[in-house]
């Protein structure tokens, strides 16, 4: 059973950084880990996504540049490093895998089968 945790959210206030966690287990397929984030009122929408078999990543036109994906060298914990935070950020932000590489349609919020319980993300202006 697949198991994902994330954590590291909070209130940060604008241009400032954040770095979320996933922590997975019951994971051992080669596939697509994804970030996602739901504000309040909108619909999930993918922020960045990573291939564990080739370490390919892919991030919304929002926020290149400005987050990072990344693993840890066991691959069981996924990384998204937030830098110059604005207001626009605020969300609730979950993780999520799938077994596919997907590509850039790792994007795709309804493509993926295994969801954490999210971590808010708060930005003050």
């Known amino acids: 059973e697949v198991q994902l945790v994330e954590s590291g959210g909070g209130l940060v206030q604008a241009g400032g950084s954040l770095r979320l966690s996933c922590a997975a287990s019951?994971?051992?397929?080669?596939?697509?880990i994804g970030w996602f984030r739901q504000a309040p009122g909108k619909e999930r929408e993918g922020v960045s996504c990573?291939?564990?078999?080739?370490?390919?990543?892919f991030y919304a036109d929002s926020v290149k540049g400005r987050f990072t994906i990344s693993t840890s060298n066991t691959k069981n914990t996924v990384y998204l490093e937030m830098n110059s935070l604005t207001p626009e950020d605020t969300a609730v932000y979950y993780c999520?895998?799938?077994?596919?590489?997907?590509?850039?349609?790792?994007?795709?919020?309804?493509?993926?089968?295994?969801w954490g319980q999210g971590t808010q993300v708060t930005v003050s202006s």
């Open positions: 999520a895998v799938t077994p596919t590489p997907l590509g850039i349609l790792g994007l795709i919020p309804r493509l993926y089968e295994d």
């Open positions: 990573i291939m564990t078999t080739n370490g390919g990543t």
């Open positions: 019951g994971f051992t397929f080669d596939g697509t």
